[in-house]
Each structure stands twice: as C-alpha cells, then as structure tokens.
C-alpha cells in the first residue's frame, strides 16, 4: 500500500514538471516569435505569464518536499525527487530567460527598419538550435533517455560557437554603423539569453542521467547530427505522415480503373481494382497505427497533438472515400450514356487532383516546423490555396454535372444513385482542403 501511494505521488510531480516544461516551453518559442516578428503584444504576453512559472515552480518544490517528508523515498525514486526540485528551478529561470528576450522586443521595434539589414545578421539558427536542445532534454526527460540526454550536452558546443561567432558579427556591425549601436547591444543581450537557454537545457540532461544512472558522467564525444537528421529520427511522425500522404494519393489515383471498369461493366477487372484499393487503404491504417504509436504522453512536439490527430484524420478520410464510392457502385449496375459517363470520369479526375500537392506540402510545412523557413512556410501556404482554389472548381463542376444528370436521366432510382455518387467523388476534395486548413493551422502557429 505504501508503495503504491509512492507511485501515485511520484506520478503528480512527474505531470507538474510535465506542465511546466511544456508552459516554459511555449514561453520561449513566444518570446522568439516576438523577436523574429516584433510583435510587441506577444512580448508582453510572455511577460505577464512569468508569475504564473513561478507558481508552477512551488507547487513542484513543496509536491517534492512532501514526498520526502511523508514517503521517505530511496534509491532512484529520491533521485528522482531530488533531480525533480533542480528541473524546476532550471524551467523556472527558462522563463527568465524568455522574459529577457521578450523585453528586448520594443527597444528593437523602434529600429523597426535599421535592423543589422546590411550587415545580414540571422541569429534564429542559434534560436533554434537552443529550443532544440530544450524539447530534447524534456523529451529525454519524458522517456527517460539518457543517450539523448547525453546529446543534448554535447551540443551545448555547437550553441556556444555560434555565440561567439555572433556576437563577433554584431560587434563588427556596430563598429560599422554607429547608427546600430542600440541595436546591437540588443541582439548581445539576446543571443546571450539563448546560450543561457542551451546551458539551462543541459541542466536538465544532466539532472536525467543522474536520476536514471545514480551517477554524472563526463560528457563522451558524439557525433553531432543537423536539426532535420535528429528530428527525423527523434520525430518519426512526419516521416510517416508522408508516407501515409504517398498512399493515400496512390489509393485515389486506381481509382478511375475502377469507374472504367464500372462503366465498361467488367465485374472481374472491377473486383482486382477494388483489391488493390483496399490493401494499399489497408497499408495506410497501419501507418496511421505507428504515427498513433509514436507520440508517447508527455513528448513536445513543434505542432499540438490533437491538430496533428485532427489532419492525420482528414488525410486518411480521403483514403476512406475511395472505399465509399467502390461500396455504393457495387449497389447498382447503370448503364449511363456516354456522355454522361464521360463527365462522371472527368469529375473524378478533378477531384484527385488536389491531391497531387499534398507530398511537397507537407515536405515544406515540416521543413517549416523544423527550421522556421521563412520560404517553406510561403511555398506550402501557396500550395493550400492552390488545394482550396482545386476543391471550388471541383464543387462548381459537381454542381454543374448535377443539372446534366437532371437532363438527361428520367429513372428516379437511376438519377437518386448518380446524385449521390457526384456528392461522394465531391467529398474527396473537401476533405482535401479540410487538410490543408488544418496544415494552415499548424503553420500559422
């Protein structure tokens, strides 16, 4: 019973740093993004929600001092306990560290258009390589992994030159343009702020090893891979979704085999097409499966989970259209004139595609999501228009095809049948741009 309510104690203050790590997390990503933009309102909103941290904070210490008081903890569990007051004094001055940055922002939005432009100045790779190492060492925190969290350490390096480097640049820039003194002295205090957000990231690594291993190791030599190669490999989901996005085209592209086979009235072509439908919609459950399988509770990701659950399931909806249209055909057999037929196969056409800009949309948001690509980002909102632009002629079309089948067909069962089916090959394109509208969502954040 004793170790039992230890479990449940220990489980709370694990969901408090949890809650924390996530919150601190959103306010350094915050406090960049107000940077990058100067959006002043932003800035003050990660300023205001420091309190906020520091109340997260004491409720960890006091969870933590009441488990040693009332449990007695030993062995890894009071490391644990122990490691757990360190993270959140380390989360805690995360915050500051965000806090700072974001008080940079309306000094420099005064400078709004003598910014170090001639000196092209860029310190978003340093910003981004510190909020890297941040979520890992969450992640790792989360997983409790201490391989990652010995990767987080060694690329405190990587941070801490491009420090220096920087601050050089500036320094240099300054020397150049007395006009940019003020500026410069800003981005000093900035890029200072994010090796301080590197060095508070392997403040939690180390507090990981030590809770799993009993023990703080020198740091070994690793390689270091890029962003894209540890996302990709820490981050498996979009690799996935790309996948699942490969199949999905590949499903809808049979079929209009299939409405050729339907109208020719070949049952055994039309029964091997249908197969094939199912067993590549079949792959792509199994890759819905694994995105599912990897997204463990408590790992930060740089888009929410529910959004990515919310497009994963438009995305496979178009997948199970293809399955809807086949299992209404299969309901009557129409002998349709050709014109008719012809226009049915020329909507279904149109309907696919849209579809054809779903694989670089989703190669430049997640490029995006990972290295703030300016031009990622514009290249994949081009391509979501470019799918809504697609699903309003698909919509158009469909309405026009209607008033033909109204024409032309007389036999109630038959014009019923035919309606429905132009409302189900409409419905690939609106889930579609259902898609694309969530994707928008996740890149607009």
Request: charged letters at 30%.
């Amino acid at each position: 019973m004793v170790r039992l309510a230890l479990e449940r104690d220990l489980q709370v203050l694990k969901n408090q740093l949890l809650d924390m790590a996530k919150s601190v997390t959103e306010m350094v990503s915050g406090a960049l993004l107000a940077f990058e933009k100067l959006e002043e309102d932003r800035a003050k909103r990660v300023i205001e929600y420091d309190d906020q941290i520091d109340y997260l904070e004491h409720m960890v210490t006091l969870t933590a001092l009441e488990i040693i008081a009332l449990q007695q903890p030993v062995a890894k569990d009071l490391r644990f306990v122990i490691s757990s007051i360190d993270i959140a004094r380390n989360l805690e001055r995360l915050a500051d560290q965000a806090v700072n940055i974001a008080e940079r922002v309306p000094n420099l939005a005064k400078y709004k258009d003598h910014i170090l432009v001639t000196c092209k100045i860029n310190i978003l790779n340093m910003a981004r390589e510190a909020l890297l190492m941040l979520e890992n060492a969450i992640n790792a925190f989360v997983s409790e992994d201490t391989e990652k969290a010995r990767k987080v350490i060694a690329h405190d390096d990587v941070v801490d030159e491009l420090k220096r480097e920087y601050t050089r640049q500036i320094k240099e820039c300054m020397h150049g343009d007395p006009m940019l003194v003020d500026v410069g002295v800003e981005y000093i205090v900035v890029v200072q702020n994010l090796e301080r957000v590197a060095d508070l990231a392997c403040n939690i690594a180390e507090n990981v090893i030590f809770t799993a291993e009993g023990k703080m190791p020198k740091m070994e030599k690793v390689v270091l891979p890029t962003i894209q190669e540890m996302l990709a490999k820490e981050l498996p989901v979009f690799d996935y979704l790309l996948k699942h996005a490969r199949l999905v085209l590949e499903c809808m592209e049979r079929l209009p085999l299939a409405f050729e086979a339907y109208f020719k009235q070949d049952k055994p072509r039309l029964e091997e097409i249908v197969r094939h439908i199912i067993e590549i919609e079949r792959e792509a459950d199994k890759i819905k499966t694994n995105i599912r399988g990897h997204l463990p509770k408590g790992l930060i990701l740089p888009v929410e989970k529910f959004e990515l659950f919310l497009y994963l399931k438009e995305q496979d909806a178009i997948a199970d259209s293809a399955e809807e249209i086949l299992t209404w055909l299969s309901f009557k057999e129409i002998k349709y004139p050709k014109e008719l037929s012809q226009k049915l196969e020329d909507l279904l056409f149109q309907s696919i595609e849209p579809l054809k800009y779903f694989e670089d949309m989703i190669k430049y948001s997640v490029d995006f999501l990972i290295t703030w690509n300016e031009d990622s980002r514009n290249r994949a909102k081009d391509l979501i228009r470019e799918i809504r632009f697609k699903e309003f002629l698909t919509e158009e079309a469909g309405n026009q095809l209607k008033k033909l089948t109204f024409e032309i067909l007389t036999d109630p069962v038959e014009l019923f049948f035919t309606l429905k089916l132009i409302d189900l090959i409409c419905d690939i394109p609106g889930h579609a741009e259902n898609a694309a509208d969530l994707m928008r969502a996740m890149i607009a954040k």
